[in-house]
């Protein structure tokens, strides 16, 4: 089964700051998926990628297949960024589903 | 387009009662997934269906969990003789074909209370 860790677990930052979250897997994967869940439990999917880089406004994530690590970084953070970040990935073993990390809690302070 | 729905978005049930939550994919959606997340924790997988068919039950946690999806489109996911212990957000997601490397669209959530 894919071991799916994260770090930080808890990030406090102020405005404005750069902030990168890091993830690293067990098993290789075909894609890798960074989710944002605030509090009241929606989940919004954010980035699934495979390779290289990928960027979504001030959002950038980076995986690294030969390391099985990926990196999520967030330009110019602002309070709205303030969410929990989870990355996830196959569990591997053609079995179903995603396996995930345990999430950052993040908050920026204005 | 809707998005994935959920309902009830709160439920709460003594210990012992009958739950029984449901999840309305995207339309068109083959794969339909869902998950537990207990409090603090990340989602752990439940079970995964391809249309009709329930592919995957690994993750139930005992025979007391017991999902179904008999027309390949809403699927309700049924908890007998609740226990304390099953108190979580329950998630559904789905995705046009299998998750490994799909997008998953999530719903909102049930968040079950056992008392």
Sequence with gaps: ?110 | GAGVSQSPRYKVAKRGQDVALRCDPISGHVSLFWYQQALGQGPEFLTYFQNEAQLDKSGLPSDRFFAERPEGSVSTLKIQRTQQEDSAVYLCASSRRRAGDNEQFFGPGTRLTVL
């Design chain 1, 1 to 110: 089964k894919n071991e799916v860790e994260q770090s930080p677990q808890n990030l406090t930052a102020q405005e404005g700051e750069f902030i990168t979250i890091n993830c690293s897997y067990s098993v290789g994967i075909s894609a890798l998926h960074w989710l944002q869940q605030h509090p009241g439990g929606g989940i919004v999917s954010l980035f699934m990628l495979s390779s290289g880089k990928k960027k979504h406004g001030r959002l950038i994530a980076t995986i690294n297949i030969q390391e099985k690590h990926s990196s999520l970084h967030i330009t110019a953070s602002h309070p709205r960024d303030s969410a929990v970040y989870i990355c996830a990935a196959p569990p591997g073993g053609g079995a179903d589903g995603l396996t995930f990390g345990k999430g950052t809690h993040l908050i920026i302070q204005p």
